[in-house]
T-cell receptor
Framework: KQEVTQIPAALSVPEGENLVLNCSFTDSAIYNLQWFRQDPGKGLTSLLLIQSSQREQTSGRLNASLDKSSGRSTLYIAASQPGDSATYLCAVRDYSGNTPLVFGKGTRLSVIA | DAGVIQSPRHEVTEMGQEVTLRCKPISGHDYLFWYRQTMMRGLELLIYFNNNVPIDDSGMPEDRFSAKMPNASFSTLKIQPSEPRDSAVYFC?????????FGDGTRLSIL
Protein backbone atom coordinates (compact mmCIF):
# COMPACT_ATOMS: atom_id res chain seq x y z
CA LYS A 1 0.00 0.00 0.00
CA GLN A 2 1.39 3.38 -1.03
CA GLU A 3 2.36 5.71 1.80
CA VAL A 4 3.40 9.33 1.41
CA THR A 5 5.43 11.13 4.05
CA GLN A 6 6.26 14.82 4.33
CA ILE A 7 8.95 16.08 6.65
CA PRO A 8 9.03 18.48 8.43
CA ALA A 9 5.43 18.85 9.53
CA ALA A 10 6.00 22.58 10.04
CA LEU A 11 8.60 25.08 8.90
CA SER A 12 9.15 28.75 9.68
CA VAL A 13 11.51 30.90 7.60
CA PRO A 14 12.25 34.62 7.21
CA GLU A 15 11.01 36.39 4.12
CA GLY A 16 13.35 36.18 1.13
CA GLU A 17 14.79 32.77 1.93
CA ASN A 18 14.87 29.97 -0.59
CA LEU A 19 13.42 26.79 0.86
CA VAL A 20 12.84 23.14 0.07
CA LEU A 21 9.91 20.97 1.11
CA ASN A 22 10.35 17.21 1.04
CA CYS A 23 8.05 14.36 0.07
CA SER A 24 8.79 10.64 0.06
CA PHE A 25 6.70 7.70 -1.12
CA THR A 26 7.09 3.98 -0.49
CA ASP A 27 6.16 2.52 -3.89
CA SER A 28 8.19 3.95 -6.75
CA ALA A 29 5.82 2.63 -9.43
CA ILE A 30 3.90 5.88 -9.67
CA TYR A 31 2.01 7.44 -12.58
CA ASN A 32 2.47 11.03 -11.46
CA LEU A 33 3.02 13.24 -8.45
CA GLN A 34 1.29 16.49 -7.58
CA TRP A 35 1.98 19.32 -5.19
CA PHE A 36 -0.94 21.21 -3.68
CA ARG A 37 -1.31 24.30 -1.54
CA GLN A 38 -3.95 24.62 1.17
CA ASP A 39 -4.80 27.93 2.83
CA PRO A 40 -6.58 27.92 6.22
CA GLY A 41 -10.27 27.17 5.86
CA LYS A 42 -9.92 26.46 2.16
CA GLY A 43 -9.65 23.52 -0.16
CA LEU A 44 -6.52 22.39 -1.95
CA THR A 45 -5.18 24.13 -5.02
CA SER A 46 -3.02 22.21 -7.47
CA LEU A 47 0.41 23.82 -7.96
CA LEU A 48 2.45 21.43 -10.07
CA LEU A 49 2.00 18.01 -11.63
CA ILE A 50 5.01 15.87 -12.59
CA GLN A 51 4.50 12.84 -14.79
CA SER A 52 6.56 9.74 -13.94
CA SER A 53 8.72 10.28 -17.03
CA GLN A 54 9.63 13.83 -16.02
CA ARG A 55 12.34 15.04 -13.67
CA GLU A 56 10.95 18.45 -12.80
CA GLN A 57 8.29 21.07 -13.39
CA THR A 58 8.47 24.81 -12.86
CA SER A 59 5.87 27.48 -12.29
CA GLY A 60 7.09 30.95 -11.41
CA ARG A 61 9.07 30.78 -8.17
CA LEU A 62 8.15 27.12 -7.66
CA ASN A 63 10.15 24.16 -8.89
CA ALA A 64 9.21 20.56 -8.20
CA SER A 65 11.60 17.70 -8.82
CA LEU A 66 10.99 13.98 -8.93
CA ASP A 67 13.39 11.11 -8.29
CA LYS A 68 11.15 8.12 -8.82
CA SER A 69 13.77 5.48 -8.18
CA SER A 70 14.48 6.80 -4.70
CA GLY A 71 10.85 7.61 -3.97
CA ARG A 72 11.40 11.33 -3.41
CA SER A 73 10.17 14.68 -4.57
CA THR A 74 11.08 18.18 -3.51
CA LEU A 75 9.27 21.49 -3.87
CA TYR A 76 11.66 24.41 -4.10
CA ILE A 77 10.31 27.89 -3.36
CA ALA A 78 12.57 30.76 -4.34
CA ALA A 79 12.63 34.13 -2.60
CA SER A 80 9.84 33.23 -0.18
CA GLN A 81 7.13 35.79 0.64
CA PRO A 82 4.61 36.04 3.49
CA GLY A 83 1.91 35.18 0.95
CA ASP A 84 3.53 31.77 0.52
CA SER A 85 2.45 30.86 4.06
CA ALA A 86 0.17 27.84 3.74
CA THR A 87 0.20 24.07 4.04
CA TYR A 88 1.81 22.26 1.13
CA LEU A 89 0.71 18.72 0.36
CA CYS A 90 2.26 16.14 -1.89
CA ALA A 91 0.18 13.40 -3.53
CA VAL A 92 0.99 10.46 -5.78
CA ARG A 93 -1.06 8.50 -8.25
CA ASP A 94 -0.14 4.86 -8.67
CA TYR A 95 0.98 3.38 -11.95
CA SER A 96 -2.40 2.46 -13.37
CA GLY A 97 -3.18 6.12 -13.78
CA ASN A 98 -6.82 5.64 -12.90
CA THR A 99 -6.36 5.27 -9.18
CA PRO A 100 -7.07 8.13 -6.82
CA LEU A 101 -4.32 10.24 -5.30
CA VAL A 102 -2.64 9.24 -2.04
CA PHE A 103 -1.80 12.31 0.02
CA GLY A 104 0.87 13.14 2.54
CA LYS A 105 -0.13 15.05 5.66
CA GLY A 106 1.54 18.21 4.46
CA THR A 107 4.13 20.73 5.63
CA ARG A 108 2.80 23.89 7.25
CA LEU A 109 4.96 26.80 6.06
CA SER A 110 5.16 30.16 7.75
CA VAL A 111 7.12 32.94 6.05
CA ILE A 112 7.88 35.71 8.51
CA ALA A 113 8.11 39.31 7.26
CA ASP B 1 -16.43 28.83 -13.67
CA ALA B 2 -17.56 28.95 -10.03
CA GLY B 3 -15.45 25.97 -9.05
CA VAL B 4 -16.57 23.08 -6.86
CA ILE B 5 -19.34 24.23 -4.54
CA GLN B 6 -19.97 22.56 -1.21
CA SER B 7 -22.72 23.17 1.30
CA PRO B 8 -23.04 23.80 4.12
CA ARG B 9 -19.66 25.33 4.97
CA HIS B 10 -20.13 24.55 8.64
CA GLU B 11 -22.38 22.06 10.39
CA VAL B 12 -22.75 21.53 14.11
CA THR B 13 -25.13 18.85 15.25
CA GLU B 14 -25.71 16.43 18.05
CA MET B 15 -24.65 12.84 18.12
CA GLY B 16 -27.19 10.53 16.53
CA GLN B 17 -28.52 13.07 14.05
CA GLU B 18 -28.46 12.59 10.30
CA VAL B 19 -26.02 14.80 8.41
CA THR B 20 -26.13 15.47 4.67
CA LEU B 21 -23.26 17.16 2.87
CA ARG B 22 -23.72 18.45 -0.67
CA CYS B 23 -21.44 19.01 -3.61
CA LYS B 24 -21.78 20.57 -7.04
CA PRO B 25 -18.80 19.63 -9.21
CA ILE B 26 -17.36 21.67 -12.04
CA SER B 27 -19.38 21.17 -15.20
CA GLY B 28 -17.80 18.69 -17.58
CA HIS B 29 -15.69 16.91 -14.97
CA ASP B 30 -16.14 13.14 -15.14
CA TYR B 31 -14.71 12.30 -11.73
CA LEU B 32 -15.99 13.26 -8.30
CA PHE B 33 -14.22 12.49 -5.03
CA TRP B 34 -15.18 12.76 -1.37
CA TYR B 35 -12.29 13.19 1.09
CA ARG B 36 -12.16 13.62 4.86
CA GLN B 37 -9.40 15.61 6.54
CA THR B 38 -8.34 15.39 10.19
CA MET B 39 -5.18 16.43 11.97
CA MET B 40 -4.39 12.86 12.97
CA ARG B 41 -5.03 11.06 9.68
CA GLY B 42 -4.64 13.80 7.08
CA LEU B 43 -6.67 13.52 3.86
CA GLU B 44 -8.47 10.22 3.42
CA LEU B 45 -10.40 9.22 0.32
CA LEU B 46 -13.89 8.06 1.19
CA ILE B 47 -15.40 7.32 -2.22
CA TYR B 48 -15.11 8.38 -5.83
CA PHE B 49 -17.41 8.36 -8.84
CA ASN B 50 -16.77 8.24 -12.56
CA ASN B 51 -19.63 9.40 -14.78
CA ASN B 52 -21.96 9.26 -11.76
CA VAL B 53 -21.10 5.62 -11.01
CA PRO B 54 -19.38 4.75 -7.70
CA ILE B 55 -16.02 3.19 -8.50
CA ASP B 56 -14.38 2.66 -5.13
CA ASP B 57 -16.06 3.06 -1.76
CA SER B 58 -13.49 1.11 0.23
CA GLY B 59 -12.62 4.24 2.19
CA MET B 60 -16.11 4.68 3.60
CA PRO B 61 -15.61 4.07 7.33
CA GLU B 62 -18.73 2.02 7.94
CA ASP B 63 -22.34 1.53 6.97
CA ARG B 64 -23.30 4.79 8.64
CA PHE B 65 -21.78 6.56 5.65
CA SER B 66 -23.41 6.62 2.23
CA ALA B 67 -22.85 8.67 -0.92
CA LYS B 68 -24.90 9.24 -4.03
CA MET B 69 -24.48 10.99 -7.34
CA PRO B 70 -27.93 11.13 -8.96
CA ASN B 71 -26.67 13.27 -11.85
CA ALA B 72 -23.52 14.87 -13.20
CA SER B 73 -24.05 18.10 -11.29
CA PHE B 74 -24.82 16.92 -7.77
CA SER B 75 -23.56 14.55 -5.11
CA THR B 76 -24.36 13.96 -1.46
CA LEU B 77 -22.53 12.35 1.43
CA LYS B 78 -24.78 11.24 4.26
CA ILE B 79 -23.91 10.13 7.77
CA GLN B 80 -26.65 8.44 9.77
CA PRO B 81 -26.40 8.24 12.71
CA SER B 82 -23.56 10.68 13.30
CA GLU B 83 -20.93 10.19 16.03
CA PRO B 84 -18.39 12.58 17.60
CA ARG B 85 -15.52 10.75 15.84
CA ASP B 86 -17.02 11.82 12.51
CA SER B 87 -16.00 15.40 13.27
CA ALA B 88 -13.68 16.52 10.47
CA VAL B 89 -13.51 18.66 7.35
CA TYR B 90 -15.13 16.92 4.40
CA PHE B 91 -13.94 17.89 0.94
CA CYS B 92 -15.48 17.26 -2.43
CA UNK B 93 -13.23 17.40 -5.49
CA UNK B 94 -13.89 16.99 -9.19
CA UNK B 95 -11.56 16.25 -12.06
CA UNK B 96 -11.61 15.97 -15.85
CA UNK B 97 -8.71 13.52 -15.62
CA UNK B 98 -5.48 14.15 -13.74
CA UNK B 99 -5.79 17.46 -11.91
CA UNK B 100 -8.17 17.66 -8.95
CA UNK B 101 -10.19 20.76 -8.18
CA PHE B 102 -11.29 20.98 -4.56
CA GLY B 103 -14.19 22.73 -2.93
CA ASP B 104 -13.66 24.72 0.25
CA GLY B 105 -14.98 21.88 2.40
CA THR B 106 -17.63 21.39 5.08
CA ARG B 107 -16.40 21.64 8.64
CA LEU B 108 -18.49 19.12 10.58
CA SER B 109 -18.69 19.06 14.36
CA ILE B 110 -20.65 16.33 16.10
CA LEU B 111 -21.34 17.11 19.76
Amino acid sequence: KQEVTQIPAALSVPEGENLVLNCSFTDSAIYNLQWFRQDPGKGLTSLLLIQSSQREQTSGRLNASLDKSSGRSTLYIAASQPGDSATYLCAVRDYSGNTPLVFGKGTRLSVIA
Amino acid sequence: DAGVIQSPRHEVTEMGQEVTLRCKPISGHDYLFWYRQTMMRGLELLIYFNNNVPIDDSGMPEDRFSAKMPNASFSTLKIQPSEPRDSAVYFCASSPGQVLHFGDGTRLSIL
